[in-house]
């Protein structure tokens, strides 16, 4: 019964901004690592950043200094700020979260949203 849900993503020229956000819900005890990958058409899915429970961050090489990530305790949200745009960042984006449900005997396990579609123009 714990969901997470993505939101934000859209069409953006190259240069551009998007600020995709995945917002968790249901029977949650805690929330531990939250994480963002994405999978573009023909390639493998990738992580682009984690962020852990304690705000210890992550970011890929190929996103470094213009996508971060922070999350929003009070809310269940991890984000993802995504600057200067690049027509590689194209892909579905999926965001991910190891969660410790209150129906599942409190076991860590992964979640995973159900993914919004970023497309940057070049």
């Known amino acids: 019964q714990v969901q997470l849900v993505e939101s934000g993503g859209g069409l953006v020229q190259a240069g551009g901004s998007l600020r995709l956000s995945c917002a968790a819900s249901?029977?949650?005890?805690?929330?531990?690592?939250m994480r963002w990958y994405r999978q573009a058409p023909g390639k493998q899915r990738e992580l682009v950043a984690v962020?852990?429970?304690?705000?210890?961050?992550y970011h890929a090489d190929s996103v470094k200094g213009r996508f971060t990530i922070s999350r929003d305790n009070t809310k269940n949200t991890v984000y993802l700020q995504m600057n200067s745009l690049k027509s590689e960042d194209t892909a579905v984006y999926y965001c991910n979260a190891d969660i410790r449900a209150t129906t599942t005997s409190l076991n860590l396990r992964a979640y995973w949203g159900q993914g919004t579609q970023v497309t940057v123009s070049s």
């Open positions: 962020i852990t429970s304690d705000g210890s961050t």
């Open positions: 249901g029977n949650i005890f805690s929330i531990n690592a």
